[in-house]
């Protein structure tokens, strides 16, 4: 049972435009969300996190909005740029077993120059 | 420089032969973590450790053993690998459990 969700497996978007990547989870005691970077043959690196008190989070380029009643995020890229081409992996955790992080399944972004 | 370190990078081996990846982090880190990447799968979690001598299984624990005797080094143990464990593997280490992990650059395992 995948409780964290990217329905969208890839998404192409122009350099300078928005890229919007979407991610769901079903399970209700999820308190806190990360999104992760990866490029291909790295490691995936922490982008941005936030915890469930708070509907945004904002980091230069990078926000990420959580709406708990939909179970949904988002992370939004603003502008976006041909170096952010990479694989985005949402991530939650919480309720009883904090140690457990559950992955999405991965968004490819492809930013054309 | 901070950073989770894996070993092998790249492996390839036959069912039934135990073998280990090792994990090491220097940056004095509480919580590590197993995860294993597969396609259309996303990473999920194996193992993870809050500290030394504290492991708890995470969403696909079957066939892997782990042991955390020192806080720097967290192994993997395949004991009798199978084809189904063919993927590649991730460390990673943070601060505390909400904490943003830092991960290794991957192993790739090919078991025939």
């Not at chain 1, 928005?18 to 308190?31: A, H, K, R, V």
């Not at chain 2, 005797?69 to 009798?80: Q, V």
């Amino acid at each position: 049972d995948q409780q964290v969700k990217q329905n969208s497996p890839s998404l192409s978007v122009q350099e300078g435009r928005i890229s919007i990547l979407n991610c769901d989870y079903t399970n209700s005691m999820f308190d806190y969300f990360l999104w992760y970077k990866k490029y291909p043959a790295e490691g995936p690196t922490f982008l941005i996190s936030i915890s469930s008190i708070k509907d945004k989070n904002e980091d230069g380029r990078f926000t990420v909005f959580l709406n708990k009643s939909a179970k949904h995020l988002s992370l939004h890229i603003v502008p976006s740029q041909p170096g952010d081409s990479a694989v985005y992996f949402c991530a939650a955790s919480g309720g009883t077993s904090y140690g457990k992080l559950t992955f999405g399944q991965g968004t490819i972004l492809t930013v054309h120059p | 420089e901070a950073q989770v370190t894996q070993n092998p990078r790249y492996l390839i081996t036959v069912t039934g032969k135990k073998l280990t990846v090792t994990c090491s982090q220097n940056m004095n880190h509480e919580y590590m973590s197993w995860y294993r990447q597969d396609p259309g799968l996303g990473l999920r979690q194996i193992y993870y450790s809050m500290n030394v001598e504290v492991t708890d299984k995470g969403d696909v624990p079957e066939g892997y053993k782990v042991s955390r005797k020192e806080k720097r080094n967290f192994p993997l143990i395949l004991e009798s690998p199978s084809p189904n464990q063919t993927s590649l593997y991730f460390c990673a280490s943070s601060l505390g459990l909400a904490g943003a992990l830092t991960f290794g650059a991957g192993s790739r395992l090919t078991v025939l």
